[in-house]
């Protein structure tokens, strides 16, 4: 069985796109549709921009959205899931080349999400680190014993955890980290603290973008984020999708059930290869590949 997984924020590269845009006219349209919904041009900025004007959360979000949804578009009858998942952003991706989401709708949500999400990280100083080589347990357990604001973000795969939270919890979370044995507690250059408390206000915010968004079951499952598990029924698509952004990314788990569940092929469809590790690093047995 073949499971399709979308990329999340940092796969992003200046130039991506640019050949699907070239190169195929519905994938022409479609991102001419995109610049007339975003209200400006995000094609010049992924075609031709400098990778500081990529970096910003209001670009990134959709420039990766589109990379992935438009080319699974394109490879019509090549396309062919029979479970799909997406990393954090991704799984707005997934949602919407399985049919869940209108391109449109999944396109103004994605836009809708970044800029709640910029707005809630310049409320307070926050950020994310990369713990490596230590279990999910210890991770957890050292946490819980530093002040302020400070919980697992991503469990990326065994080994690679992504924390989230206070700067100056951050701070006090890796020097323990490392004192225990993590191979390294390196903060992330990001613009705040996703999937974890700190977000908070962007939640709120993009609550009521998602209620009022007509959510269709998808054509195959969904492995959503947050509880790692097979979602086709609309109204648990929707309230996964608001908890998603305090939740963390589950994706390890996520791709263990994926496996249990029949899955002996990942194929990544968007920019970067970054998934096809994390699924190499969760199950050796498996396939991986990618189309960019």
């Given amino acids: 069985m073949k499971a399709y997984v979308f990329p999340g924020q940092g796969a992003q590269f200046v130039g991506m796109g640019k050949d699907l845009y070239d190169n195929n006219p519905v994938a022409r349209e479609m991102f001419e549709k995109a610049n007339e ?3 400006f041009r995000i094609t010049d900025i992924m075609f031709e921009g400098t990778d500081e004007d990529l970096k910003q959360t209001r670009v990134t979000q959709p420039a990766i959205f589109l990379h992935s949804v438009i080319l699974a578009k394109t490879l019509g009858e090549d396309f062919t899931p029979d479970m799909v998942a997406g990393h954090s952003l991704g799984e707005f991706s997934a949602l919407t080349a399985a049919g869940a989401l209108s391109f449109e709708d999944g396109l103004r949500l994605v836009s809708a999400r970044a800029q709640a999400m910029q707005k809630a990280c310049e409320l307070k100083p926050s950020t ?9 347990e210890k991770v957890e357990e050292i946490l819980s014993t530093v002040d ?5 973000a991503n469990y990326n795969c065994p080994g690679q955890i992504v924390i989230s939270g206070e700067v100056e919890a951050i701070d006090a979370a890796c020097e323990k980290l490392l004192a225990a044995g993590a191979k390294r507690a390196l903060k992330l250059k990001v613009g705040g603290a996703f999937h974890s408390p700190v977000m908070e206000p962007a939640r709120e915010e993009l609550a009521k973008a998602i209620e009022a968004t007509e959510v269709h079951a998808p054509s195959v499952p969904v492995y959503q984020n947050v509880d790692a598990l097979p979602h086709t029924d609309p109204a648990e698509i929707k309230a996964n999708l608001v908890a998603q952004l305090t939740a963390p990314v589950r994706w390890t788990q996520s791709v263990k059930n994926m496996v249990a569940d029949g899955a002996t092929e990942f194929i990544e469809v968007g920019p970067g290869k970054v998934l096809q590790g994390l699924v190499a690093k969760i199950d050796r047995n498996v396939a991986t590949s990618g189309r960019q």
Avoid: K, N, S, T
């Fill in 128 to 136: 994310m680190a990369a713990v490596l080589a230590l279990p999910d």
């Fill in 148 to 152: 302020g604001v400070v919980v697992c």
């Fill in 37 to 39: 919904i975003l209200g």
